[in-house]
Every structure is written in C-alpha cells, then in structure tokens.
C-alpha cells in the first residue's frame, strides 16, 4: 500500500525560507512521477510543482517559479519541496502526491505551512 | 477564480443520486484531457475517486461514476450514503495557464 508522510511544516515569517520532505513506501518510489499540491481555504487546491522519477525534469506553478525547488533522492524514496522567499500567500497545507493512473493517484496526509510576521 | 467551474454545494437523501458538474473549456476539458475526480472528507486528505473520465481505482465503491462530454465532465453518486458527505474536485490538465494543472473550486455534498 502507498504511503506518504510529509513532515517540515512551521510557521515562518516572509522572506524566509523552509524546506518540506516528503517520505515515500509501499511502492517503487524511483519509478513515478511525484507532485506537491496545495491547499488554502481561500483558494482551494493547487499544483505546485511536479518531478520526473529521475529527478532531472521539473515543473512549477508560475506564481512560484525562481522561490521554489522540487527535488528527489531515490536512494531514500524522500521527495522534498525548498521554498525561498516565502510569501503570506504561501501559506497553505500542503501535501505530497504519487502520479499513476491519474495525475495525483497517492496523497499523503499534509503538512501546514505558516508564513505570517 | 478556478477554471474549472463546479457547484458550490449539492445535497440529497440517502439513497437519492445526486450529479456534481464540472465545466471547463477548449483549453483543458476541451482538449481532450482527462478529468480526475478527488474526494475529501473532514480532516482529511483528498483521495482519488475517478481517474482518466471514468475510471475507479480499486476500492471505490461502484455507485460512483464518471463521464466527460465536449468541455465539461460530471461525478454521480447514485444511492448517497452519509459517509459520502464531504468535498469533491474535478482536475485536469490545461494547456493555457502558469500551471499545467488545474482544479475545479471544490463541491460540498451534504447528506440530508
């Protein structure tokens, strides 16, 4: 059974930076496609960025293009999110799901990242 | 504002069917792109409930169906049950945004 546990989640002031993992078992994590998505009230879900399984193709929202870096070590099935510049409206829970047969097939249960001064 | 447009809330009985549309346009659903359907139930994660227009991942309970028209989509729950209670969100690909997916605003189910 996938599983999914993300972790790294905290309240931070703009400006700053924080990185978010995300920890992958129950199937062959070097093999997929992985995804970070979004969630605000205000705003609902959102695509943040996605990775090819060999880490070297990568894309992003807009909105976070040059702030945020999605990345991979498929030797530890950990998937992880930089995000620099923090912004308030980065602020969010966000989670960390598995591409297969649809386009987020596998999520895990989040974590809720804070930016506010 | 999403470009996928959804009911903000749809209601029944148990038992009843109820249809949750998703209206998107040339540039997503349009384009012969597939729509996925996630559902999220309090405190929780969303969970893929229909995958490529119509398709349910092992597990999914048959009284939930999918199906996809020009540019719109749409989810039925025939014979609600209380624990259907929740959010529901289509998705999709679109190739005219900064973001190359896309997700409708979200549709509240409540069961009466």
């Known amino acids: 059974e996938v599983h999914l546990v993300e972790s790294g989640g905290d309240l931070v002031q703009p400006g700053k930076s924080l990185t978010l993992s995300c920890a992958a078992s129950?199937?062959?994590?070097?093999?997929?496609?992985m995804n970070w998505v979004r969630q605000t009230p205000g705003k609902g879900l959102e695509w943040v960025a996605k990775i090819h399984p060999d880490g070297r193709d990568k894309n992003y929202v807009d909105s976070v293009k040059g702030r945020f870096t999605i990345s991979r070590d498929n030797a530890k099935d950990l998937l992880f999110l930089q995000m620099n510049s923090l912004r308030v409206e980065d602020t969010a829970v966000y989670y960390c799901a598995m591409k297969g047969w649809g386009d987020f097939d596998s999520w895990g249960q989040g974590t809720l990242v804070t930016v506010s001064s | 504002q999403s470009l996928l447009t959804q009911p903000p809330a749809v209601s029944g009985a148990p038992g009843q069917r109820v249809t949750i549309s998703c209206n998107g346009s040339s540039s997503n659903i349009g384009a012969y792109y597939d729509v996925h359907w996630y559902q999220q139930l309090p405190g929780a994660a969303p969970k893929l409930l229909i995958y490529?227009?119509?398709n349910r991942p092992s597990g999914v309970p048959d009284r939930f169906s999918g199906s996809k028209s020009g540019t719109s989509a749409s989810l039925v729950i025939a014979g609600l049950q209380a624990e259907d209670e929740g959010d529901y969100y289509c998705?999709?690909?679109?190739?005219?945004?900064?973001?190359?997916?896309?997700f409708g605003s979200g549709t509240k189910v409540t069961v009466l």
């Open positions: 998705q999709s690909y679109d190739i005219s945004l900064s973001g190359l997916y896309v």
């Open positions: 490529a227009n119509g």
């Open positions: 129950g199937f062959m994590f070097s093999n997929y496609w």
